[in-house]
T-cell receptor, first 113, second 112 residues
């Protein structure tokens, strides 16, 4: 099945620790995105990548880092510098073009304990 | 600044009625607008895309309108069912990079 896979579904982290969220797609999409969703806030863009080995900051990049070494993979690291990391994280991909839909993974719920 | 707003956080309707959700935007001239459905604890799923030169688009019980003068899109679900209960998000493409930005969503509850 073609799709976008995020893992793990639930993640717990101690304060002060970095943690990496996985996102893999087999849709052959060039563009990939990371969003954060908080209650009442909607989806906010963290980072995006339009092509391998290139990525750009979104609206709330502080405290996060990404890499795009392979077309299929776009992992997100939540660093200890992120002040309020507890949230629902969504990864998405889209085919080329400006009028194309985004395909989302099932999300990772990160909780800082 | 550019904004996209969904005016109602929640909408409660009776089964069989038509649900109408609103999406407004400011400081944009989008070429098209998208609507997504999101169920609790899951990622959004694409429903419909409407282009600026399309006044209306339909898919089964769904209908979307796009008024570039009012800077508004309306999303209708006719003959609503309890299974339609979910959060509905509108989205616009921002800038040359083509990133999607989303409204905060409207949570629809359809009561039997």
């Amino acid at each position: 099945d073609g799709g976008i896979t995020q893992s793990p579904k639930y993640l717990f982290r101690k304060e002060g620790q970095n943690v990496t969220l996985s996102c893999e797609q087999n849709l052959n999409h060039d563009a990939m995105y990371w969003y954060r969703q908080d209650p009442g806030q909607g989806l906010r863009l963290i980072y995006y990548s339009q092509i391998v080995n290139d990525f750009q900051k979104g609206d709330i990049a502080e405290g996060y880092s990404v890499s795009r070494e392979k077309k299929e993979s776009f992992p997100l690291t939540v660093t200890s510098a992120q002040k309020n990391p507890t949230a629902f994280y969504l990864c998405a991909s889209s085919p080329p073009g400006r009028n194309t839909e985004a395909f989302f993974g099932q999300g990772t719920r990160l909780t800082v304990v | 600044s550019q904004k996209i707003e969904q005016n109602s956080e929640a909408l409660n309707i009776q089964e069989g009625k038509t649900a109408t959700l609103t999406c407004n935007y400011t400081n944009y001239s989008p070429a098209y607008l998208q609507w997504y459905r999101q169920d609790p604890g899951r990622g959004p799923v694409f429903l419909l895309l409407i282009r600026e030169n399309e006044k209306e688009k339909r898919k089964e019980r769904l209908k979307v309108t796009f008024d570039t003068t009012l800077k508004q899109s309306l999303f209708h679900i006719t003959a609503s069912q309890p299974a339609d209960s979910a959060t509905y998000l509108c989205a616009l493409v921002r800038g040359s990079q083509g990133n999607l930005i989303f409204g905060k969503g409207t949570k629809l509850s359809v009561k039997p």
